[in-house]
């Protein structure tokens, strides 16, 4: 359907007066500013010098927890690996060697360069084994160095527990329900009533 | 490695030129690594130009799906050597939570990577850090006249997967022994 000519509005350039056709006035109107800003204190941050000041609740590399006797705390439940949008969490369950624990990760594999970083293994986690801490400058020269394995999220809890900016959250430093041996006789709904 | 080699990677890294392929969210953070606050001009890689032509470094940013793989293979081949490329954040480097047929598993399978930066999308710190270690890389690699090239005999390039890599049966682990829910009895 043509636009009929009473509803078309043809707009004119506006005229350029003298004090625009010399462009003084906005050359000095752009040094005002440049002057400004340069009195002005400077946001910067220069980085490998000075750190960003993350919140604690930080989303950054993961790291596996130790319980207080050095033990990997994670019972692989494979509920983080449910949980991942990204599928990038690999986890190998063996028996436990432990007495209060029947399973424990034999390998437990992050990807990080498939992660998204949405802490919801960290939710999903029952027994707080897995964490998000604030290192925030990881970068990686290829993809098989930037799969973190069991050892190396281990190492990551123990470097960052050493320069005291990420602390643990755990429950009371205790193991979670979902770690707890079945009761004699079989699965009782006790433990889904209590939740 | 010469005087002069070294001169020449000296020149590089202070003066890498990024092309920026921004096709997601990550580009906004590439945007702000670029603006006053993080300043990505204290490195020297401050000059974004849109022509592959006149850039050495490629930051890809965001998803890439199989019809823009041509269009980013040819702005690859369209920049002049010495070339370096950074994957930067989740999608460009290992296809993140888009794991479907139209999204590219990673960007090394196409063009050569030379750090990749992980994050959803990455902290401008990140990006930062991986422009630092790539003016690391280059200081120690390189020659003035490409020397290194002439020694090759065979074609270099990405190198394919093997196939038993991308069967999604290895990516999602089904327990083997029902009642311990390992896979211990299963290999």
């Known amino acids: ?195 | 490695m010469t005087k002069l080699d070294q001169l020449a990677n000296w020149c590089r890294k202070n003066s890498l030129w990024p092309m920026p392929f921004a096709t997601a969210c990550c580009g906004i953070e590439l945007m702000a690594t670029g603006a006053s606050r993080h300043d990505i001009a204290r490195f020297g890689a401050e000059a974004m130009r849109f022509t592959p032509r006149q850039c050495d470094l490629m930051i890809i940013a965001g998803r890439i799906v199989m019809k823009m793989v041509p269009v980013m293979q040819r702005i690859w081949l369209q920049m002049p050597e010495p070339k370096w490329c950074i994957s930067m954040g989740a999608c460009a480097s290992s296809g993140g939570v888009f794991d479907t047929y139209a999204v590219v598993q990673g960007m090394d399978r196409f063009i050569p990577v030379d750090i990749y930066v992980p994050g959803c999308p990455p902290r401008p710190e990140q990006l930062i850090q991986a422009v630092i270690d790539l003016q690391e890389k280059i200081q120690q690699t390189g020659t003035l006249k490409g020397r290194e090239f002439e020694q090759r005999q065979t074609l270099e390039g990405p190198v394919a997967l093997p196939l038993t890599a991308l069967r999604p049966a290895d990516l999602i682990v089904a327990p083997g022994n029902y009642l311990t829910a390992t896979r211990q009895n299963s290999h």
């Open chain 1, 1 to 195: 359907m043509p636009v009929p000519p009473s509803d078309i509005r043809w707009v004119e350039e506006p005229k350029l007066g003298l004090a625009e056709m010399l462009y003084l006035p906005s050359i000095a109107q752009g040094m005002i500013t440049t002057m400004k800003r340069i009195v002005q204190p400077k946001i910067t941050q220069e980085f490998p010098e000075q750190r960003p000041q993350l919140p604690a609740n930080y989303r950054g590399v993961h790291r596996l927890n130790r319980d207080e006797q050095g033990r990997v705390r994670c019972v692989a439940c494979y509920m983080c690996s449910t949980a991942c949008p990204a599928h990038c969490i690999d986890i190998v369950a063996a028996p436990s060697p432990w007495p209060d624990r029947e399973k424990y990760p034999e390998t437990f594999v992050i990807d990080e360069l498939r992660c998204i970083y949405c802490g919801m293994c960290e939710q999903a986690c029952p027994v707080d084994a897995i964490e998000l801490t604030t290192l925030c400058d990881l970068t990686g020269f290829s993809r098989e160095e930037m799969m973190f394995d069991k050892e190396k999220l281990l190492s990551v809890f123990d470097q960052t527990v050493q320069r005291g900016t990420d602390p643990v959250r755990t429950r009371g430093g205790r193991l979670g329900v979902a770690s707890e041996l079945p009761p004699e006789g079989g699965v009782t709904t006790s433990s889904t009533a209590q939740s």
